[in-house]
T-cell receptor, first 115, second 116 residues
Framework: DGGITQSPKYLFRKEGQNVTLSCEQN?????MYWYRQDPGQGLRLIYY???????QKGDIAEGYSVSREKKESFPLTVTSAQKNPTAFYLC??????????????FGPGTRLTVT | AQSVTQLGSHVSVSEGALVLLRCNYS??????LFWYVQYPNQGLQLLLK??????LVKGINGFEAEFKKSETSFHLTKPSAHMSDAAEYFC??????????????FGKGTKLSVIP
Protein backbone atom coordinates (compact mmCIF):
# COMPACT_ATOMS: atom_id res chain seq x y z
CA ASP A 1 0.00 0.00 0.00
CA GLY A 2 1.23 3.49 -0.82
CA GLY A 3 1.42 5.96 1.99
CA ILE A 4 3.43 7.89 4.53
CA THR A 5 4.97 6.39 7.62
CA GLN A 6 6.16 8.25 10.66
CA SER A 7 8.06 6.72 13.50
CA PRO A 8 7.88 6.44 16.37
CA LYS A 9 4.26 7.14 17.29
CA TYR A 10 5.23 8.42 20.74
CA LEU A 11 8.61 9.88 21.69
CA PHE A 12 9.86 11.04 25.06
CA ARG A 13 13.01 13.09 25.57
CA LYS A 14 14.73 15.05 28.26
CA GLU A 15 15.12 18.78 27.87
CA GLY A 16 18.38 19.71 26.15
CA GLN A 17 18.51 16.65 23.90
CA ASN A 18 18.16 16.74 20.14
CA VAL A 19 15.66 14.28 18.67
CA THR A 20 14.99 13.16 15.09
CA LEU A 21 11.54 12.27 13.79
CA SER A 22 11.34 9.96 10.81
CA CYS A 23 9.11 10.43 7.75
CA GLU A 24 9.07 8.10 4.75
CA GLN A 25 6.75 8.07 1.73
CA ASN A 26 6.33 5.62 -1.15
CA UNK A 27 3.90 7.75 -3.16
CA UNK A 28 6.63 9.01 -5.49
CA UNK A 29 5.79 12.56 -4.44
CA UNK A 30 8.26 15.36 -5.02
CA UNK A 31 7.12 17.66 -2.21
CA MET A 32 7.22 16.91 1.50
CA TYR A 33 6.22 18.95 4.53
CA TRP A 34 6.52 19.05 8.30
CA TYR A 35 3.80 20.59 10.45
CA ARG A 36 3.46 21.16 14.13
CA GLN A 37 0.03 20.85 15.73
CA ASP A 38 -0.91 22.31 19.11
CA PRO A 39 -4.45 22.34 20.56
CA GLY A 40 -6.50 25.16 19.06
CA GLN A 41 -3.65 26.29 16.78
CA GLY A 42 -4.37 24.33 13.64
CA LEU A 43 -1.37 23.20 11.61
CA ARG A 44 1.74 25.36 11.40
CA LEU A 45 4.33 24.74 8.71
CA ILE A 46 7.86 24.08 9.96
CA TYR A 47 9.79 23.17 6.79
CA TYR A 48 8.99 21.99 3.30
CA UNK A 49 10.92 20.49 0.44
CA UNK A 50 9.99 20.63 -3.24
CA UNK A 51 12.77 18.38 -4.46
CA UNK A 52 15.70 16.31 -3.26
CA UNK A 53 18.54 18.32 -1.70
CA UNK A 54 16.39 21.43 -1.41
CA UNK A 55 14.20 22.65 1.44
CA GLN A 56 12.70 25.91 2.66
CA LYS A 57 11.77 27.32 6.04
CA GLY A 58 8.12 27.54 6.90
CA ASP A 59 6.44 29.79 9.42
CA ILE A 60 8.02 28.35 12.57
CA ALA A 61 11.42 26.92 11.56
CA GLU A 62 13.42 28.20 14.54
CA GLY A 63 14.81 25.34 16.60
CA TYR A 64 14.23 22.75 13.87
CA SER A 65 16.35 21.31 11.07
CA VAL A 66 15.65 18.96 8.15
CA SER A 67 17.41 17.11 5.37
CA ARG A 68 16.22 15.71 2.04
CA GLU A 69 18.87 13.35 0.75
CA LYS A 70 16.37 10.93 -0.80
CA LYS A 71 13.03 11.52 -2.46
CA GLU A 72 11.33 9.12 -0.06
CA SER A 73 12.67 10.53 3.19
CA PHE A 74 12.37 13.86 5.02
CA PRO A 75 13.56 13.58 8.64
CA LEU A 76 12.98 16.40 11.11
CA THR A 77 15.38 17.15 13.97
CA VAL A 78 14.03 19.01 16.97
CA THR A 79 17.03 20.71 18.52
CA SER A 80 17.62 21.87 22.06
CA ALA A 81 17.13 25.43 20.77
CA GLN A 82 13.39 24.82 20.30
CA LYS A 83 11.82 26.51 23.33
CA ASN A 84 8.62 24.49 23.51
CA PRO A 85 9.08 21.23 21.60
CA THR A 86 6.25 19.22 23.13
CA ALA A 87 3.66 18.86 20.35
CA PHE A 88 2.13 16.57 17.75
CA TYR A 89 4.23 16.51 14.57
CA LEU A 90 2.73 15.67 11.19
CA CYS A 91 4.56 14.87 7.98
CA UNK A 92 2.83 15.23 4.61
CA UNK A 93 3.61 14.89 0.93
CA UNK A 94 2.14 16.06 -2.35
CA UNK A 95 2.93 15.86 -6.03
CA UNK A 96 4.41 19.34 -5.81
CA UNK A 97 5.14 21.63 -8.73
CA UNK A 98 5.57 18.81 -11.23
CA UNK A 99 2.01 17.63 -10.82
CA UNK A 100 -1.47 19.09 -11.15
CA UNK A 101 -2.83 17.80 -7.87
CA UNK A 102 -2.40 20.00 -4.84
CA UNK A 103 -3.78 17.88 -2.05
CA UNK A 104 -1.42 16.75 0.66
CA UNK A 105 -1.36 13.28 2.16
CA PHE A 106 -0.51 12.93 5.81
CA GLY A 107 1.29 10.42 7.95
CA PRO A 108 -0.11 9.21 11.30
CA GLY A 109 1.95 11.70 13.31
CA THR A 110 4.50 11.56 16.11
CA ARG A 111 3.65 12.87 19.56
CA LEU A 112 6.79 14.29 21.15
CA THR A 113 6.95 14.96 24.86
CA VAL A 114 9.95 16.76 26.31
CA THR A 115 10.36 16.98 30.08
CA ALA B 1 -1.55 35.41 0.31
CA GLN B 2 -4.33 33.08 1.35
CA SER B 3 -6.09 32.68 4.67
CA VAL B 4 -8.85 30.51 6.08
CA THR B 5 -11.34 31.21 8.84
CA GLN B 6 -13.35 28.41 10.38
CA LEU B 7 -16.28 29.74 12.36
CA GLY B 8 -16.75 27.85 15.59
CA SER B 9 -13.97 25.90 17.23
CA HIS B 10 -16.54 23.44 18.62
CA VAL B 11 -19.83 22.31 17.08
CA SER B 12 -22.26 19.85 18.65
CA VAL B 13 -25.07 18.10 16.80
CA SER B 14 -27.46 15.31 17.65
CA GLU B 15 -27.13 12.00 15.90
CA GLY B 16 -29.20 12.15 12.70
CA ALA B 17 -29.15 15.95 12.52
CA LEU B 18 -27.61 18.11 9.82
CA VAL B 19 -23.90 18.82 10.09
CA LEU B 20 -22.76 22.27 8.95
CA LEU B 21 -19.15 23.34 9.39
CA ARG B 22 -18.27 26.79 8.14
CA CYS B 23 -15.20 27.87 6.21
CA ASN B 24 -14.46 31.26 4.68
CA TYR B 25 -11.34 31.95 2.71
CA SER B 26 -9.37 34.88 1.47
CA UNK B 27 -7.37 34.58 -1.70
CA UNK B 28 -6.08 37.02 -4.29
CA UNK B 29 -6.19 34.34 -6.99
CA UNK B 30 -8.74 31.61 -7.80
CA UNK B 31 -8.35 29.13 -4.97
CA UNK B 32 -8.29 25.42 -4.60
CA LEU B 33 -10.05 24.37 -1.40
CA PHE B 34 -9.93 21.26 0.75
CA TRP B 35 -11.58 19.71 3.77
CA TYR B 36 -9.68 17.26 5.94
CA VAL B 37 -10.80 15.18 8.92
CA GLN B 38 -8.63 14.19 11.88
CA TYR B 39 -9.51 11.54 14.45
CA PRO B 40 -7.74 11.69 17.83
CA ASN B 41 -4.01 11.03 17.68
CA GLN B 42 -4.11 10.38 13.95
CA GLY B 43 -3.05 12.18 10.81
CA LEU B 44 -5.34 14.16 8.52
CA GLN B 45 -7.45 12.43 5.89
CA LEU B 46 -8.72 14.21 2.79
CA LEU B 47 -12.53 14.43 2.74
CA LEU B 48 -13.00 16.40 -0.47
CA LYS B 49 -11.49 19.05 -2.70
CA UNK B 50 -12.59 21.87 -4.98
CA UNK B 51 -10.35 22.54 -7.97
CA UNK B 52 -12.46 24.85 -10.15
CA UNK B 53 -14.70 22.22 -11.71
CA UNK B 54 -18.17 21.66 -10.22
CA UNK B 55 -18.99 24.04 -7.38
CA LEU B 56 -20.77 21.31 -5.40
CA VAL B 57 -18.22 18.74 -4.39
CA LYS B 58 -19.01 15.34 -2.95
CA GLY B 59 -16.56 13.58 -0.69
CA ILE B 60 -16.19 10.49 1.39
CA ASN B 61 -18.46 9.43 4.27
CA GLY B 62 -21.45 11.33 2.86
CA PHE B 63 -19.93 14.80 3.19
CA GLU B 64 -20.21 17.51 0.57
CA ALA B 65 -19.20 21.15 0.24
CA GLU B 66 -20.27 24.00 -1.98
CA PHE B 67 -17.90 26.63 -3.33
CA LYS B 68 -19.56 30.07 -3.32
CA LYS B 69 -17.29 32.67 -4.84
CA SER B 70 -19.58 35.59 -4.01
CA GLU B 71 -19.51 34.64 -0.34
CA THR B 72 -15.88 33.39 -0.34
CA SER B 73 -17.16 30.31 1.44
CA PHE B 74 -16.67 26.56 1.28
CA HIS B 75 -18.94 25.15 3.98
CA LEU B 76 -18.98 21.42 4.72
CA THR B 77 -22.30 19.63 5.18
CA LYS B 78 -23.70 16.19 5.84
CA PRO B 79 -27.46 15.56 5.95
CA SER B 80 -27.44 13.15 8.88
CA ALA B 81 -24.73 12.97 11.53
CA HIS B 82 -23.37 9.64 12.70
CA MET B 83 -21.49 8.96 15.89
CA SER B 84 -18.44 8.06 13.83
CA ASP B 85 -18.35 11.65 12.44
CA ALA B 86 -17.06 12.95 15.77
CA ALA B 87 -13.63 14.32 14.91
CA GLU B 88 -11.82 17.55 14.12
CA TYR B 89 -12.26 19.07 10.68
CA PHE B 90 -9.85 21.37 8.90
CA CYS B 91 -10.45 23.60 5.92
CA UNK B 92 -7.44 24.46 3.74
CA UNK B 93 -6.77 26.72 0.76
CA UNK B 94 -4.08 27.09 -1.83
CA UNK B 95 -3.57 29.29 -4.83
CA UNK B 96 -5.04 27.69 -7.89
CA UNK B 97 -3.28 26.21 -10.86
CA UNK B 98 -0.81 28.48 -12.56
CA UNK B 99 -0.43 30.81 -9.62
CA UNK B 100 2.89 29.26 -8.67
CA UNK B 101 2.03 28.24 -5.12
CA UNK B 102 1.00 24.82 -3.97
CA UNK B 103 1.39 25.09 -0.24
CA UNK B 104 -1.76 24.73 1.83
CA UNK B 105 -2.92 27.24 4.41
CA PHE B 106 -5.05 25.58 7.11
CA GLY B 107 -7.80 26.91 9.31
CA LYS B 108 -7.59 26.35 13.05
CA GLY B 109 -10.05 23.48 12.94
CA THR B 110 -13.57 22.73 14.16
CA LYS B 111 -14.14 19.92 16.62
CA LEU B 112 -17.42 18.14 15.93
CA SER B 113 -19.22 16.33 18.73
CA VAL B 114 -22.18 14.05 17.99
CA ILE B 115 -24.70 13.59 20.78
CA PRO B 116 -26.52 10.24 20.88
Amino acid sequence: DGGITQSPKYLFRKEGQNVTLSCEQNLNHDAMYWYRQDPGQGLRLIYYSQIVNDFQKGDIAEGYSVSREKKESFPLTVTSAQKNPTAFYLCASSMGPTGLAYEQYFGPGTRLTVT
Amino acid sequence: AQSVTQLGSHVSVSEGALVLLRCNYSSSVPPYLFWYVQYPNQGLQLLLKYTSAATLVKGINGFEAEFKKSETSFHLTKPSAHMSDAAEYFCAVTAGRGAGSYQLTFGKGTKLSVIP
